[in-house]
């Protein structure tokens, strides 16, 4: 894996799994500035965001850095005023497997919402091939049809339901 790819998806992680304050305060402009003997070089763009990540949040961002990479790897934090080469937001959407799915559903036909008897001619297991699931590389054992639906989840799994249909 590319170290600028390992550096956006350990980014875009951490974005996930911290709270909005901390991100944005301590790595919402880090950089990765390059690898050098193995050790990823993050550019921050102050020294507090350096001590607080260095002393820290340091184990959070190796643990996701090493995930991504498949590896246990190190880190350093570096004062740096370089720009962003690559914006972190989000900028794969095009790429992650939901939207090229989405893209592969647009392209579709459509099918008439309703037959002449005024029952739906298919359902949305229908209309989802298993080959359009695997092209997509969405994980096939995850459909409605094997969800368990209980008291504690009838709501989100109606929820979700109707959001895919």
């Known amino acids: 894996m590319i170290p600028q790819d390992a550096w956006n998806a350990t980014y875009n992680q951490l974005e996930l799994q911290l709270d909005r304050a901390s991100f944005d305060t301590w790595l919402r402009h880090a950089v990765l500035l390059g690898v050098e003997e193995g050790v990823y070089i993050v550019g921050v763009h102050n020294s507090y965001a350096q001590d607080m990540l260095q002393h820290r949040l340091y184990r959070n961002v190796r643990r996701v850095l090493s995930d991504v990479l498949g590896q246990v790897t190190e880190l350093r934090f570096d004062v740096?005023?370089?720009?962003?080469?690559?914006?972190?937001?989000?900028?794969?959407?095009?790429?992650?497997?939901l939207f090229r799915f989405m893209q592969?559903?647009?392209?579709?036909?459509?099918?008439?919402?309703?037959?002449?008897s005024g029952q739906k001619p298919?359902?949305?297991?229908?209309?989802?091939?298993?080959?359009?699931?695997?092209?997509?590389?969405?994980n096939p054992k995850l459909t409605f049809d094997r969800f368990?639906?209980?008291?504690?989840?009838?709501?989100v799994y109606e929820a979700a339901l109707a959001v895919a249909e």
């Open 80 to 97: 740096s005023k370089e720009k962003p080469v690559v914006t972190h937001t989000q900028s794969n959407n095009e790429t992650a497997p």
């Open 104 to 116: 592969q559903q647009q392209s579709m036909p459509t099918l008439p919402e309703t037959s002449e």
């Open 122 to 138: 298919y359902d949305f297991a229908d209309r989802m091939a298993a080959q359009d699931v695997i092209d997509c590389d969405l």
């Open 148 to 155: 368990i639906v209980n008291k504690s989840n009838q709501v």
